[in-house]
């Protein structure tokens, strides 16, 4: 009977002692390895893109809290790195669309540029055919004033001469009428 006793006294602790380590176990599984594996998880989430994690644990001085300190600090960072990332897009969109009027405002430019060109060049040509014309009208008004200059001295000649017969005559005629009335 003492010897039962004993055998069941051992088996009443064993018994005791498989509850405690059980009870540890459990305690160390919600306490450890549950903080652990949803670390991990958000990690896995975090490294995936996700940022919409949210990240407890943070506020007690355990390993666990720091790495939950640590996990938090990276998803801040990437929150910080896809806004820059988001930004940088933005403004090379940006760029972009500037770079795309600028070269529509040149090529605008370039084009009405070109039409003008090439209607000074029309007006120039039209300008030099004009002032060929007037070239060509000034030489034979040039032409036509000096054949009119010249028939104009040829008839104040003739007319001094007209004059000068006419003095000699009018001179011839009294003469004769000098001799007739003597």
Same mark, same amino acid.
């Given at each position: 009977?003492?010897?039962?006793d004993r055998?069941?006294?051992?088996?009443?602790l064993?018994?005791?002692?498989?509850?405690?380590?059980?009870?540890?176990?459990?305690?160390?599984?919600?306490?450890?390895?549950?903080? %652990?594996?949803?670390?991990? !998880?958000?990690?896995?989430?975090?490294?995936?893109?996700?940022?919409?994690?949210t990240v407890?644990g943070? !506020?007690?001085?355990?390993?666990?809290?720091? +790495?939950?300190?640590?996990?938090?600090?990276?998803?801040?960072?990437?929150?910080?790195?896809?806004?820059?990332?988001?930004?940088?897009?933005?403004e090379?969109?940006?760029?972009?669309?500037?770079?795309?009027?600028?070269?529509?405002?040149?090529?605008?430019? !370039?084009?009405? %540029?070109g039409?003008?060109?090439?209607?000074? !060049?029309?007006?120039?040509?039209? +300008?030099e055919?004009?002032?060929?014309?007037?070239?060509?009208?000034a030489?034979?008004?040039?032409?036509r004033?000096?054949?009119?200059?010249?028939?104009?001295?040829?008839?104040?000649?003739?007319?001094?001469?007209?004059?000068?017969?006419?003095?000699? +005559?009018?001179?011839?005629?009294?003469?004769?009428?000098?001799?007739?009335?003597?």
């Amino acid at each position: 009977e003492l010897f039962f006793d004993r055998c069941l006294q051992v088996l009443g602790l064993a018994f005791a002692l498989s509850v405690a380590v059980t009870l540890l176990a459990f305690a160390i599984r919600r306490s450890i390895v549950r903080p %652990v594996a949803e670390i991990t !998880d958000k990690m896995g989430r975090l490294a995936a893109g996700d940022t919409a994690i949210t990240v407890e644990g943070t !506020d007690a001085e355990t390993e666990l809290a720091a +790495l939950a300190r640590a996990l938090e600090v990276f998803r801040s960072n990437e929150v910080e790195r896809a806004a820059a990332v988001e930004r940088e897009r933005r403004e090379e969109a940006l760029r972009a669309e500037r770079a795309e009027r600028i070269g529509n405002l040149a090529r605008s430019f !370039d084009s009405r %540029v070109g039409r003008t060109l090439v209607a000074l !060049d029309t007006s120039v040509g039209e +300008l030099e055919g004009s002032s060929r014309a007037l070239s060509t009208s000034a030489e034979a008004t040039s032409l036509r004033s000096s054949t009119v200059a010249a028939a104009a001295e040829q008839a104040a000649a003739n007319v001094q001469t007209a004059a000068a017969a006419t003095e000699e +005559l009018f001179a011839s005629v009294s003469a004769i009428r000098e001799r007739v009335t003597e």
